[in-house]
């Protein structure tokens, strides 16, 4: 080695040296929310590449709920992972998914549910359920490590719910083993409020909701319908205190603002006398292929035949196969998304996080109930 090498290499080695303690550094200044959604999209990248599009009763669904939950909650957290078996039948056919959970001890009476699905739809199209509904499942899994490491007021369970897009089968099965057994979460008490992550991202627009005053169709008679508002309420002032950009849909017909109907994961918890709130992200100005009412999720004229901008809706609507969906189509990819939109998901995911985070560290984080 001659000398000038070695003064050069000597050179590159501090350098590096240096570097590699800035961007220490850098990573030990993020705050823990922006720790959980840069992990959360780490997580994302490898449902898709690892996962993929995960039907119900699919091996893939499988693989999401047991797989990743034991690499990143049990594995990382020493706690407990539960699970119950659901069973459901499409055309005839039965089929086996699971609900996976965590419960995270609180001091507190307060027991906060939060909940996404893992499955996904549209995979013949070539959905691989990136928005609908992965981004919500990593950002779950996630969440947990970092729960593990704080000291909180409520308890909380963070739950992967299997089949939802074939009939709320997972919510189902969970809400009826919590009313059968009000002891069912591993000993903590019975849900205080639930929190249902579906679609976070994608959509031009974030919104939380609360159930229709209305009771819920799919309720039984003797169900505790509960349509408060309060979850989506302080989910709100939460974020209008740090700046986030969430808000109520306007009101569409059947449903007054802020309020929607029994389509998710939700729906089975309201049933069950629990107050929600319900994030999701799309945009209730699209006059879509059935009105006002949030199915059209987005203006980007690549994801309509052809979009008439100043009325926000297609221009020959008899004609218009594509309404701005992304979910369930071939829009749901990362590849497909990160051309898009190159960098709302990562926004989207970030403000949801950051809602979550200041959520469970606030004060008024859990209401009482009312109906
Ligand atoms: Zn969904």
């Given at each position: 080695?001659?000398?000038?090498?070695?003064?050069?290499?000597?050179?590159?080695?501090?350098?590096?040296?240096?570097?590699?303690?800035?961007?220490?550094?850098?990573?030990?200044?993020?705050?823990?929310?922006?720790?959980?959604?840069?992990?959360?999209?780490?997580?994302?990248?490898?449902?898709?590449?690892?996962?993929?599009?995960?039907?119900?009763?699919?091996?893939?669904?499988?693989?999401?709920?047991?797989?990743?939950?034991?690499?990143?909650?049990?594995?990382?957290?020493?706690?407990?992972?539960?699970?119950?078996?659901?069973?459901?039948?499409?055309?005839?056919?039965?089929?086996?998914?699971?609900?996976?959970?965590?419960?995270?001890?609180?001091?507190?009476?307060?027991?906060?549910?939060?909940?996404?699905?893992?499955?996904?739809?549209?995979?013949?199209?070539?959905?691989?359920?990136?928005?609908?509904?992965?981004?919500?499942?990593?950002?779950?899994?996630?969440?947990?490590?970092?729960?593990?490491?704080?000291?909180?007021?409520?308890?909380?369970?963070?739950?992967?719910?299997?089949?939802?897009?074939?009939?709320?089968?997972?919510?189902?099965?969970?809400?009826?083993?919590?009313?059968?057994?009000?002891?069912?979460?591993?000993?903590?008490?019975?849900?205080?409020?639930?929190?249902?992550?579906?679609?976070?991202?994608?959509?031009?627009h974030l919104y939380v909701?609360?159930?229709?005053?209305?009771?819920?169709?799919?309720?039984?008679?003797?169900?505790?319908?509960?349509?408060?508002?309060?979850?989506?309420?302080?989910l709100l002032?939460v974020a209008s205190?740090?700046?986030l950009p969430f808000s109520l849909?306007?009101?569409?017909?059947?449903?007054?603002?802020?309020?929607?109907?029994?389509?998710?994961?939700?729906?089975?918890?309201?049933?069950?006398?629990?107050?929600?709130?319900?994030i999701?992200?799309?945009?209730?100005?699209?006059?879509?292929?059935?009105?006002?009412?949030?199915?059209?999720?987005?203006?980007?004229?690549?994801?309509?035949?052809?979009?008439?901008?100043?009325?926000?809706?297609?221009?020959?609507?008899?004609?218009?196969?594509?309404?701005?969906?992304?979910?369930?189509?071939?829009?749901?990819?990362?590849?497909?998304?990160?051309?898009?939109?190159?960098?709302?998901?990562?926004?989207?995911?970030?403000a949801v996080?950051?809602l979550?985070?200041?959520?469970?560290?606030?004060?008024?984080?859990?209401?009482?109930?009312?109906?």
């Amino acid at each position: 080695m001659t000398r000038t090498f070695f003064l050069i290499h000597l050179l590159l080695v501090t350098q590096l040296l240096f570097s590699s303690i800035s961007l220490a550094h850098t990573a030990s200044t993020l705050s823990p929310s922006a720790q959980v959604s840069t992990q959360s999209w780490q997580i994302l990248q490898e449902i898709v590449s690892e996962n993929g599009a995960r039907p119900a009763g699919s091996s893939n669904e499988r693989q999401l709920l047991h797989d990743f939950t034991n690499r990143y909650w049990s594995q990382s957290t020493g706690l407990a992972v539960n699970s119950q078996p659901v069973t459901f039948t499409v055309k005839s056919n039965e089929k086996h998914s699971a609900n996976v959970w965590i419960t995270y001890p609180g001091k507190s009476e307060g027991h906060l549910v939060i909940g996404a699905h893992a499955d996904s739809t549209g995979e013949d199209e070539g959905s691989q359920g990136v928005t609908d509904n992965g981004i919500a499942v990593a950002l779950l899994l996630a969440l947990g490590q970092q729960l593990s490491t704080m000291e909180l007021n409520d308890s909380v369970t963070l739950v992967l719910f299997g089949a939802e897009e074939v009939g709320l089968f997972g919510s189902q099965a969970f809400t009826a083993a919590l009313q059968a057994d009000s002891r069912f979460l591993t000993g903590a008490p019975f849900p205080t409020a639930m929190i249902n992550l579906d679609t976070i991202a994608g959509g031009d627009h974030l919104y939380v909701h609360s159930p229709t005053k209305k009771t819920y169709k799919r309720c039984d008679k003797d169900d505790r319908y509960n349509s408060s508002a309060s979850v989506r309420d302080s989910l709100l002032s939460v974020a209008s205190a740090n700046a986030l950009p969430f808000s109520l849909h306007p009101a569409f017909p059947g449903f007054p603002e802020g309020e929607t109907g029994e389509w998710s994961d939700h729906a089975p918890f309201a049933c069950a006398g629990i107050p929600v709130g319900y994030i999701e992200a799309t945009n209730f100005s699209i006059n879509g292929r059935d009105g006002y009412d949030g199915y059209s999720q987005t203006l980007h004229p690549l994801l309509w035949d052809c979009l008439d901008r100043s009325e926000k809706t297609a221009c020959n609507p008899d004609q218009e196969q594509r309404w701005g969906y992304i979910w369930h189509t071939q829009a749901d990819r990362l590849d497909k998304l990160n051309q898009l939109y190159p960098k709302r998901l990562r926004a989207q995911l970030n403000a949801v996080t950051e809602l979550l985070f200041n959520f469970l560290t606030s004060d008024k984080s859990l209401p009482p109930a009312s109906n």
